[in-house]
């Protein structure tokens, strides 16, 4: 850390206002990659500066221009620099992502919350199980288990087993389950996908957010992605190896009606050139992101000899 530098800052700037000002100058200035909660520097400095202020990001044009402590002053001032310096993401600095209308912690053992999927779950999977019972899910690869976490907010009565391989995002899991008071419906499970659960219907629904980076995209990431592990991240090649896992063994734990939801980002370019007679369905995002596909149980089983080489064994 430069000293003269942080001193410099801190005896110059004085009001939340010039911290924000700083820290936008600071991130256009140094060209950092946005994506792990915004794109842009505003809302960037935004989220790290109120978040250091333990500050809603909702508040009056008055508190801009209150005075800051030299403390304070400090522990921005350090922390953007950091921002700009490592390319750390802001939710790696500050611990905190949203996701779903809910506030996650989160550290480099688990992915940044930031799929779409959140509006879906906002959403109750509206239309495709409207005003049908969600009894129990599934999210596999759950990560930080905001997608868990979320469809237990989403359905009141649902039980949802959270699945993943990493013990260490499991850990970060059990502080999420346990902060947001569900660990009476959520359950995390180490699992290589539905390696640890026993055959047979069990879900009316099963969400996925599964490493889906193919290896091209992974050569070219910004610094911000190697803040992450690469664990949630690449996926073989053409960035499927485990979503064709997922979509040959799926329809053993769905019950009748039961739906699949999975994100595959880019890599739906992929999976639509080899699996041309699957008729997923693209969703359609209002706050955009897109990339993620449902289906049926029904059309699973149909179409399910075009997945047959990856299948788990018994």
Not at 69 to 85: A, G, P
Not at 143 to 171: H, K, M, R, T
Request: aromatic content about 10%.
């Amino acid at each position: 850390m430069d000293k003269i530098f942080v001193d410099e800052a801190v005896t110059e700037l004085r009001t939340v206002a010039d911290m924000l000002r700083w820290a936008v100058s600071r991130f256009n200035d140094a060209g950092i990659y946005y994506g792990h909660g915004t794109d842009n520097a505003w809302d960037e400095a935004i989220s790290l500066v109120f978040h250091s202020l333990h500050l809603p990001e909702e508040i009056g044009p008055q508190v801009l221009h209150a005075n800051l402590t030299s403390s304070e002053k400090h522990k921005i001032v350090e922390l953007i620099i950091c921002r700009v310096r490592e390319r750390i993401p802001v939710p790696y600095l500050t611990h905190r992502a949203t996701f779903a209308g809910l506030e996650f912690y989160v550290d480099e053992r688990v992915l940044v919350p930031r799929s779409p999927i959140a509006e879906m779950i906002e959403n109750q999977f509206s239309p495709w199980l409207y005003n049908k019972p969600v009894n129990r899910v599934l999210d596999l690869c759950t990560g930080s288990a905001c997608i868990a976490i979320g469809c237990a907010y989403a359905f009141d009565d649902a039980e949802v087993d959270a699945l993943d391989i990493s013990e260490d995002a499991l850990e970060v899991a059990q502080i999420n389950i346990e902060t947001l008071g569900v660990m009476d419906r959520v359950y995390p499970m180490q699992s290589d996908l539905f390696s640890a659960l026993p055959k047979g219907p069990q879900y009316d629904l099963i969400v996925s957010n599964p490493p889906y980076v193919d290896a091209e995209d992974i050569a070219d990431m910004p610094d911000e992605y190697h803040h992450e592990p690469e664990i949630g991240l690449a996926s073989g090649f053409d960035g499927l190896d485990l979503t064709k896992r997922i979509l040959a063994n799926a329809a053993d734990y769905l019950t009748e009606n039961g739906l699949l939801v999975v994100e595959v980002g880019n890599s739906m370019v992929h999976l639509m050139e080899q699996y041309p007679d699957v008729p997923f369905t693209w969703v359609s995002f209002e706050r955009g992101g897109d990339g993620v596909f449902v289906l049926s149980r029904d059309q699973l089983i149909e179409h399910q000899a075009a997945f047959a080489a990856y299948r788990d064994s018994e």
